[in-house]
């Protein structure tokens, strides 16, 4: 029922009787363009942005009027207007403001911004919480445009597939129309329309994200987790030096112009000038950049433009604008984010339960909305290359319905790639048929073990999605193995499919002959072991054989809920080295024997139960989406081994409970654990293959963080344990005290410090601790260890990794 209110106001409001159109350009003295300048009416909220070429447009009904120009830097302009039924250009040039130094008081040699800033720093937390409910109507348009690239990147061609060859070209254009809705510390955004150029079924950025410069730590996401300080944060006095550059009047007010500059560098501070009401001491608007040497990650530059308007006895954000710029990989790119406020309620009345845990709304048919509709409900004109850009991708997405280019487009994309095939692997897709072939890369084909010999295993897999935005999606993985030592041939047969409309679900059923590690989890890479077996004679590769068949489900319930179940049934047999084949030969080490386990046949069941309290998701109209929570998720599974069900001769239940968070300490860097408590409550009968099992690391690369040992040897403390704990932590500084460090501070390199522990309550411990330097050209980690507590595991060693591809938060 309220969708159809809101249906029914929106058709209303589209439909209600405007006269002529106001439209103009914003420039300065110079002529030159003052992108995203702000016009209002007078004495309310309303009004429009200019686009990036100072353009702009507003419809008002017919009456008398003064608009208003303003610009972050240029005195802010008036004309009183008459509006008609006819169009009408207004222009307006801004003169870049002239700020007074006046009857400036100095005290004991201080600049007077000290002064000015100390008493913006008393004000700022009560104006941090000046407004704690309202409601506004928010316009967010992004674009990124490519200014170079390069032809080709990790050996293949770069095309953008839309017929244009030329270097600087738009590569992402999104607009959104929202409803804002905050009731502190609640927040909800409800998505009215949304368009991505070239993706009619996309959904563009559309969460607005007011910057609080009135927050000790402001937070940019990825910029830099540690977060930014505030120029007015309270102790912003350490970390800022601070100079008067004049004040201005506007509407009857004094505004000073503050110069903020880092007292040093690679510490995460902002550049420019922020603008304070005299006597409110409250923010007017600002200016603030930050570079590389401020500690930003993956962008060069960031400049923050933000405008507030006063609303009553209060000032509220009236346009935020993000301008970013980056060099990564010969890529070359900037772009613009720009989001202009309206219609603000300060007392608005939300219904119970209206915010629940849906933090961003799309409503239904939110990114199908016709030209026409955009163009009489968006607050600032489309820039011409914005026009172009919408009608040429606009044109390139319909070019799919056409069966002809569909073919010469897979025949393009499918064109056999040497290296992928060598190092990767390579998808062949059907655009047609939305459906990918997956072909395993050839290094992951052909492999070595003392079990096997050299061993082709193939695994291609074939997947279909049945639309482009829902979940549904199949996938189907045939295996087929052989050992040319060994000479055993094994297949298998899996399948997944994935679907939910409204929270992810998805069942498995897999089944054949297959070659296991005794630790399912599979703890060694055959690449590593490959290489280690031939060119170090260590076999850490542990097999067995087994005839199973397997299924697994798992449910998302909302609130953070999750469960999960499955079947599986393996008929186990041993299997034996047959090849010492090796290229170097080591006089004081030999191959070890394979792991030995009798012949046996094991059905078992696992539940389990996953929460995360307080979890926020984003609402499509067919699915939810979890985006997360600030508490830790917990999880228990119990595996229980049925004896004789199908033959089985095993007989245990076995438990394990997860506790695992990733916590922002802001400044301080970032804290991330996971804990493990379990054991078998039954073990009558268990077979190493169901022994507790950890996550080792014999070879040089890292193992998984959070969930691995690094130096500790494979199945070396497995067991049956009634009760056994695991302890997994990292302490991620980016960039705190390496910032202090002369030269080093430059490389941006970041330390980390790490902890592993064991506890089994037969006395069992053994303890990891590590020391390591990340962010090495932004993508790698290497780390010194060191093994403790346990006599037989003593060791050091250094590792390296990819970070972003060892996360760590599997189970």
């Keep these: 029922m309220k969708f159809i209110?809101?249906?029914?106001?929106?058709?209303?409001?589209?439909?209600?009787?405007?006269?002529?159109?106001?439209?103009?350009?914003?420039?300065?003295?110079?002529?030159?363009?003052?992108?995203?300048?702000?016009?209002?009416?007078?004495?309310?909220?309303?009004?429009?942005?200019?686009?990036?070429?100072?353009?702009?447009?507003?419809q008002l009904a017919e009456g008398e009027y003064v608009l208003i120009a303003q610009h972050v830097g240029y005195k802010s302009s008036e004309k009183k207007i008459v509006v008609t039924k006819a169009d009408q250009l207004i222009d307006f040039q801004l003169s870049e403001q002239q700020y007074e130094l006046g009857n400036i008081v100095v005290k004991n040699g201080e600049d007077p911004a000290y002064e000015i800033i100390r008493n913006a720093i008393k004000k700022r937390n009560y104006y941090e919480n000046e407004i704690k409910k309202f409601e506004t109507e928010v316009y967010i348009k992004g674009q990124l445009k490519l200014r170079n690239y390069p032809k080709k990147f990790m050996g293949e061609e770069v095309d953008f597939e839309d017929g244009d060859t030329s270097k600087r070209k738009m590569i992402f254009l999104s607009e959104t129309v929202a409803k804002y809705s905050v009731d502190l510390p609640d927040r909800k955004t409800e998505v009215i329309s949304t368009k991505v150029s070239g993706d009619q079924d996309g959904f563009g950025f559309s969460s607005p994200q007011i910057?609080?410069?009135?927050?000790?730590?402001?937070?940019?996401?990825?910029?830099?987790?540690?977060?930014?300080?505030?120029?007015?944060?309270?102790?912003?006095?350490?970390?800022?030096?601070?100079?008067?550059?004049?004040?201005?009047?506007?509407?009857?007010?004094?505004?000073?112009?503050?110069?903020?500059?880092?007292?040093?560098?690679?510490?995460?501070?902002?550049?420019?000038?922020?603008?304070?009401?005299?006597?409110?001491?409250?923010?007017?608007?600002?200016r603030l950049t930050l570079l590389k040497e401020n500690q930003i990650q993956i962008a060069d530059t960031v400049t923050i433009e933000q405008l507030y308007v006063p609303l009553g006895n209060v000032w509220v954000i009236k346009q935020q604008t993000i301008y970013p710029a980056i060099k990564i990989f010969s890529f070359d790119a900037h772009g613009s984010f720009v989001q202009v406020y309206d219609k603000f309620n300060l007392k608005p009345v939300f219904p119970k339960k209206f915010f629940g845990n849906t933090v961003l709304k799309f409503y239904d048919s939110a990114n199908k909305k016709p030209l026409g509709y955009w163009d009489s409900i968006r607050p600032l004109p489309l820039q011409q290359e914005e026009i172009l850009d919408y009608i040429k991708k606009d044109s390139l997405e319909r070019l799919p319905l056409d069966p002809r280019y569909l073919d010469s487009l897979d025949r393009k994309r499918n064109k056999p790639n040497i290296t992928q095939l060598i190092l990767s692997g390579q998808n062949f897709g059907s655009e047609k048929l939305g459906s990918n072939l997956y072909v395993d890369a050839l290094l992951d084909v052909i492999n070595y073990n003392t079990v096997e010999g050299a061993v082709i295993d193939f695994s291609p897999t074939y997947s279909k999605r049945f639309d482009k935005v829902s979940r549904r999606r199949l996938s189907i993985t045939p295996t087929f193995r052989y050992g040319l030592s060994n000479k055993r041939f094994n297949a298998n047969l899996s399948t997944t499919y994935t679907f939910g409309k409204k929270y992810f679900s998805s069942i498995s059923v897999s089944g054949g002959r297959k070659v296991y590690q005794f630790n399912n989890a599979n703890p060694v890479l055959p690449r590593s072991n490959t290489l280690s077996s031939l060119n170090w004679e260590r076999n850490f590769l542990k097999l067995y054989e087994a005839g199973f068949g397997r299924v697994q489900y798992s449910q998302g319930f909302g609130d953070g809920f999750m469960f999960g179940a499955g079947l599986q049934y393996q008929d186990r047999i041993p299997l034996y080295n047959t090849t010492l084949h090796k290229w170097r030969d080591f006089k004081d080490r030999e191959f070890t024997e394979n792991i030995y386990a009798v012949p046996h046949k094991a059905f078992a069941s696992t539940f389990s139960f996953a929460w995360q309290p307080k979890v926020k998701y984003i609402e499509y109209p067919d699915?939810?989406?979890?985006?997360?929570?600030?508490?830790?998720?917990?999880?228990?599974?119990?595996?229980?081994?049925?004896?004789?069900?199908?033959?089985?001769?095993?007989?245990?239940?076995?438990?394990?409970?997860?506790?695992?968070?990733?916590?922002?300490?802001?400044?301080?860097?970032?804290?991330?654990?996971?804990?493990?408590?379990?054991?078998?409550?039954?073990?009558?009968?268990?077979?190493?293959?169901?022994?507790?099992?950890?996550?080792?690391?014999?070879?040089?690369?890292?193992?998984?963080?959070?969930?691995?040992?690094?130096?500790?040897?494979?199945?070396?403390?497995?067991?049956?344990?009634?009760?056994?704990?695991?302890?997994?932590?990292?302490?991620?500084?980016?960039?705190?005290?390496?910032?202090?460090?002369?030269?080093?501070?430059?490389?941006?390199?970041?330390?980390?410090g790490a902890t592993n522990l064991l506890y089994l309550n037969n006395g069992t411990f053994y303890g990891e601790g590590s020391v390591g330097i990340e962010n090495i050209l932004k993508i790698l980690r290497l780390d010194y260890v060191q093994s403790f507590g346990h006599k037989q595991f003593n060791t050091s060693g250094i590792k390296f990794s990819l970070p972003l591809l060892l996360r760590g938060e599997e189970d």
């Design 211 to 286: 910057i609080s410069f009135y927050q000790n730590n402001v937070n940019l996401g990825i910029l830099n987790p540690r977060g930014f300080v505030s120029p007015i944060a309270a102790g912003a006095m350490n970390f800022y030096r601070y100079k008067f550059e004049g004040s201005f009047f506007e509407d009857n007010k004094m505004i000073s112009r503050v110069k903020v500059i880092p007292r040093r560098t690679f510490e995460p501070l902002f550049n420019g000038y922020i603008n304070i009401i005299e006597g409110e001491w409250r923010i007017h608007s600002l």
């Design 623 to 752: 699915r939810k989406v979890n985006i997360g929570s600030k508490y830790p998720r917990l999880n228990l599974a119990v595996t229980t081994g049925i004896k004789d069900l199908f033959g089985s001769d095993v007989d245990y239940t076995k438990w394990r409970f997860t506790v695992s968070d990733d916590l922002n300490l802001k400044l301080a860097g970032r804290f991330s654990y996971r804990l493990n408590v379990g054991g078998f409550l039954n073990k009558k009968t268990v077979y190493f293959q169901d022994y507790q099992h950890y996550q080792g690391n014999q070879t040089g690369a890292a193992a998984q963080y959070l969930n691995s040992f690094q130096l500790l040897p494979y199945y070396s403390l497995s067991n049956t344990s009634s009760f056994n704990t695991t302890a997994h932590a990292e302490y991620h500084l980016n960039g705190l005290l390496t910032n202090k460090i002369p030269l080093f501070k430059r490389l941006n390199w970041f330390l980390v």
């Design 5 to 58: 209110f809101f249906i029914c106001t929106l058709f209303i409001f589209c439909n209600t009787s405007y006269a002529g159109k106001i439209y103009g350009h914003v420039r300065n003295d110079k002529s030159e363009t003052l992108a995203f300048s702000s016009i209002i009416v007078k004495g309310t909220t309303q009004g429009v942005s200019a686009n990036l070429s100072g353009e702009y447009q507003l």
